[in-house]
């Protein structure tokens, strides 16, 4: 299990995979202020939700990577062959898709706090609500990228699957900033749900992609 992590999160750092999605997340934190203007109290007051789109977005950028590649060549076979269970490679990929992108992801958002003039103490609700939201996108996203693995236009299909389903995220997490501890609870619950429902759901799809 620690082996596939290992193998998934070099692939992730190796391909440049991780410093996409910082990249992307951090440019759409910078161009946020030029399309709604300059005004303070509006950017702090938004600030909060934009963050969270943007990292919902980000999330999205590998999902196309995320199993292909190993269905493509016939690592996912092997695996099996060596009595890995699909569930346990999927669950192998999330975890290391989080710790891809999840902490660089949390780093970068400091930055965009300073560029949404976001407050000290809407920062750290964000951040919690990061670290808490951040492994049900991850085991989304994996779920998502097994179901359209092998998929003419994956990409494509892959956000309108995975962006109506990663919604209660965006909506928990943004309403913390405002709803606090309650907003907070619902954001962990969901994700829970997500972490713990996705490796079922991408081993079936995985198994059904190499049968």
């Given at each position: 299990?620690?082996?596939?992590?290992?193998?998934?999160?070099?692939?992730?750092?190796?391909?440049?995979?991780?410093?996409?999605?910082?990249?992307?997340?951090?440019?759409?934190?910078?161009?946020?202020?030029?399309?709604?203007?300059?005004?303070?109290?509006?950017?702090?007051?938004?600030?909060?939700?934009?963050?969270?789109?943007?990292?919902?977005?980000?999330?999205?950028l590998?999902?196309?990577?995320?199993?292909?590649?190993?269905?493509?060549?016939?690592?996912?076979?092997?695996?099996?062959?060596?009595?890995?269970s699909?569930?346990t490679?999927?669950?192998?990929?999330?975890?290391?898709?989080?710790?891809?992108?999840?902490?660089?992801?949390?780093?970068?958002?400091i930055?965009?706090?300073?560029?949404?003039?976001?407050?000290?103490?809407?920062?750290?609700?964000?951040?919690?609500?990061?670290?808490?939201?951040?492994?049900?996108?991850?085991?989304?996203?994996?779920?998502?990228?097994?179901?359209?693995?092998?998929?003419?236009?994956?990409?494509?299909?892959?956000?309108?699957?995975?962006?109506?389903?990663?919604?209660?995220?965006?909506?928990?997490?943004?309403?913390?900033?405002?709803?606090?501890?309650?907003?907070?609870?619902?954001?962990?619950?969901?994700?829970?749900?997500?972490?713990?429902?996705?490796?079922?759901?991408?081993?079936?799809?995985?198994?059904?992609?190499?049968?």
């Open positions: 299990m620690i082996a596939l992590v290992l193998r998934d999160l070099r692939r992730a750092y190796a391909s440049g995979g991780a410093t996409l999605i910082v990249a992307f997340f951090l440019l759409v934190a910078i161009l946020f202020p030029f399309a709604v203007g300059p005004d303070q109290k509006l950017l702090a007051r938004i600030g909060g939700g934009v963050i969270w789109a943007a990292a919902l977005l980000a999330a999205l590998p999902v196309e990577r995320l199993v292909a590649p190993d269905m493509d060549s016939g690592a996912l076979d092997q695996l099996a062959l060596r009595g890995f699909a569930t490679v999927a669950a192998a990929k999330i975890a290391a898709h989080w710790l891809a992108f999840a902490p660089p992801l949390m780093a970068a958002t930055a965009a706090a300073g560029l949404l003039d976001l407050p000290g103490e809407a920062l750290l609700t964000v951040e919690i609500g990061l670290a808490l939201g951040t492994p049900g996108l991850a085991a989304l996203a994996v779920a998502t990228g097994a179901l359209v693995a092998g998929l003419r236009g994956a990409g494509a299909i892959a956000g309108l699957v995975m962006l109506p389903l990663a919604i209660p995220l965006l909506i928990f997490g943004a309403g913390a900033i405002e709803g606090g501890a309650g907003g907070l609870k619902l954001l962990a619950a969901t994700s829970l749900l997500l972490v713990a429902g996705a490796p079922f759901v991408a081993g079936v799809a995985i198994r059904a992609g190499t049968e």
